[in-house]
């Protein structure tokens, strides 16, 4: 089973940022946080993870909470095409990774 | 970021053949791929884990004689559908990690959509 709670639709108007929260509250000391997107009829995209510490790259920021229970990715300025689903993933090193169900996110004109 | 490819991206067959499908990374050595199957609706599970020369790890319940995989060499693993049923039809993902990319990060391929008649 997942290890992660995510809601499972949000909605975004176009340029504005997306906010995507994830709860994994039983995360343990070595896992990390791991997001992945996958648009219609296409495999996952790695989008970025983290461990403790909040990270950023060229597609998003991941805000991981002090205590590591939740986290939230941030599309700063969404696109239509930042349309997909949206998973949110803990794995430990080499462990396998579990997909949940996702958070379907629409990005709005 | 990492590249994998797929091929086919689609294919029909009939009920008892087999099909082969490809997985490779193209800019970086796969020493562990993985191969996942989705159904309409639902979200990826994870069929086997291989490691590069070695057999594969199997998930449970996914039949291992139906669902043969090669992993021979760092850039290339095939999944083979023996005995196709119109309930093998679904949508096939491969990933990979190795050396040269983000530590333990899984690359996805595009998939392959089978339907089996």
């Known amino acids: 089973d997942a290890k992660t709670t995510q809601p499972t639709s949000m909605d975004c108007a176009e340029g504005r940022a997306a906010n995507l929260p994830c709860n994994h509250s039983?995360?343990?000391?070595?896992?990390?946080v791991y997001w992945y997107r996958q648009i219609h009829s296409q495999g996952p995209q790695y989008i970025i993870h983290?461990?403790?510490n909040n990270e950023t790259n060229e597609m998003a920021s991941l805000i991981i909470t002090e205590d590591r229970k939740s986290s939230t990715l941030i599309l700063p300025h969404a696109t239509l095409r930042d349309t997909a689903v949206y998973y949110c993933?803990?794995?430990?090193?080499?462990?396998?990774?579990?997909f949940g169900k996702g958070t379907k996110l629409t990005v709005n004109p | 970021g990492a590249v994998v490819s797929q091929h086919p991206s689609r294919v029909i067959c009939k009920s008892g053949t087999s099909v082969k499908i490809e997985c490779r990374s193209l800019?970086?050595?796969?020493?562990?791929m993985f191969w996942y199957r989705q159904f309409p609706k639902k979200s990826l599970m994870l069929m086997a884990t291989?490691?590069?020369?070695?057999?594969?790890?199997?998930e449970q319940g996914v039949e291992k004689d139906k669902f043969l995989i090669n992993h021979a060499s760092l850039t290339l693993s095939t999944l083979t559908v023996t005995s196709a049923h119109p309930e093998d039809s679904s949508f096939y993902i491969c990933?990979?990690?190795?050396?040269?990319?983000?530590?333990?990060?899984?690359?996805f391929g595009p998939g392959t959509r089978l339907t089996v008649l």
């Open positions: 990933s990979g990690t190795g050396p040269g990319v983000i530590t333990d990060t899984q690359y």
């Open positions: 993933i803990v794995q430990g090193g080499s462990e396998k990774l579990v």
């Open positions: 291989s490691n590069e020369g070695s057999k594969a790890t199997y």
């Open positions: 039983t995360i343990s000391g070595n896992e990390y």
């Open positions: 800019d970086f050595q796969a020493t562990t």
């Open positions: 983290g461990l403790k």
